[in-house]
């Protein structure tokens, strides 16, 4: 009896071992999850020192550092970085890399003028928007690189998406640009006054973000449907300006850990068909 029950003490161990494993890898996998929560960045309008982050839950703007944007205008534009620690903001005339702790922002060049900004990472394409014309600048100079189909509206706010860019245009239109195709598209409106927009699409949660000048709200708006949600109030008198969601890579120690807890279950799971008694 004891020698039988041998095998059986074995297998117990090794399901013991395997739970564990499993329960192992779900932590890390709602730790890797918790990683890769975004932030929102704003950028006023005609506020040099205007860098705010957002908060997508309650709508609160609070200063990034010292904020510091050199903004000169109104209806500026704001994007993603070529790296996670840059934006690609708008002064409204010409091109800047702004830090996004606040600490500093670096003009590239010309005075071309520029509202509505996105940026596409799979290729390095920044795109531009003003007064009806849409456009792609170069990311090293700031220069206008190609004209591009018009979006038929005055399109200020922008926001890169896979194959696209959405344009939020004055009065309330959401429009879709395809890439591919060189053709925009009337999604809907969004029900609310659009004035100098900012616009940001959310890569986590498949939403956008939207404000205006014309109040002081955040809102969320469904990118297929154009259907939009106040979020809460932002606390700035005017927070007409830029948008920009930056999605945030997991650290190399979290993916570490996952790769840990992998090995580690896959190990158990050997050890037990070793332990298992032949038939």
Not at 32 to 52: I, P, R, V, W
Not at 228 to 250: C, E, K, M, N, W
Not at 254 to 261: D, N, R
Request: glycine share 18%; no cysteine.
């Amino acid at each position: 009896e004891h020698e039988e029950a041998q095998p059986l003490l074995r297998r117990g161990d090794g399901m013991r071992k395997l739970i564990g494993g499993l329960a192992t890898l779900a932590l890390l996998t709602a730790a890797a999850g918790q990683a890769e929560a975004g932030t929102l960045y704003l950028s006023q309008d005609s506020n040099g020192n205007g860098l705010f982050t957002v908060d997508t839950t309650t709508g609160l703007a609070t200063l990034a550092g010292a904020g510091i944007t050199n903004v000169v205008g109104e209806t500026v534009g704001l994007a993603p970085g070529d790296s996670g620690d840059v934006l690609f903001g708008s002064l409204w005339q010409g091109l800047t890399r702004i830090n996004t702790d606040g600490s500093g922002s670096a003009a590239l060049g010309p005075t071309t003028g520029i509202e509505g900004l996105a940026y596409d990472p799979s290729t390095g394409t920044v795109y531009g928007a003003i007064n009806g014309s849409f456009f792609t600048v170069s990311a090293l100079t700031g220069n206008i690189v190609a004209n591009l189909a018009a979006p038929g509206g005055d399109v200020e706010g922008l926001a890169y998406f896979d194959g696209g860019v959405f344009g939020l245009a004055d009065g309330g239109d959401l429009r879709r640009y395809d890439i591919g195709t060189n053709v925009w598209s009337l999604i809907g409106n969004v029900g609310f006054d659009s004035d100098q927009s900012g616009l940001a699409y959310d890569t986590e949660r498949n939403v956008l973000y939207a404000v205006s000048a014309a109040n002081s709200f955040l809102y969320e708006v469904d990118p297929l449907t154009a259907a939009s949600l106040r979020i809460g109030d932002t606390g700035l008198q005017d927070p007409g300006g830029g948008l920009a969601f930056v999605g945030v890579v997991p650290e190399p120690g979290t993916w570490a850990l996952f790769g840990l807890g992998a090995l580690g279950l896959i190990g158990a799971r050997r050890r037990r068909k070793k332990a298992a008694p032949a038939a």
